[in-house]
Nanobody, 122 residues
């Protein structure tokens, strides 16, 4: 079994900062891409940022220059440093990992965390 557990969400004022963390654990052989997605009420889930095992990153235009994604490969953990937060950043943030399990190392699967709420409001 594989689990992704997010932490770090909460309530923050506009212009503030938050740091999200997501730790993957269990029968993991390797992790390729890790990323963050978000879903606001009444909207579809959207990409926020991704990072490969080699450190290449990709960001949604709406968060470029404000959010930074990073990862610790040794700990199977991905982070999202969010700065200059706006009310429109309010959403449930989900962690995603494209990984291979130890019991099926040739197969690539997508796993999701349970989500963490980020609310930006004064």
């Amino acid at each position: 079994q594989v689990q992704l557990v997010e932490s770090g969400g909460g309530l923050v004022q506009p212009g503030g900062s938050l740091r999200l963390s997501c730790a993957a654990s269990g029968s993991i052989f390797s992790i390729n891409v890790m990323g963050w997605y978000r879903q606001a009420p009444g909207k579809q889930r959207e990409l926020v940022a991704t990072i490969t095992s080699g450190g290449s990153t990709n960001y949604a235009d709406s968060v470029k220059g404000r959010f930074i994604i990073s990862r610790d490969n040794a700990k199977n953990t991905v982070f999202l440093q969010m700065s200059r937060l706006k009310p429109e950043d309010t959403a449930v943030y989900y962690c995603n990992a494209q990984l291979r399990t130890s019991y099926n190392p040739t197969g690539l699967s997508s796993r999701w965390g349970q989500g963490t709420q980020v609310t930006v409001s004064s």
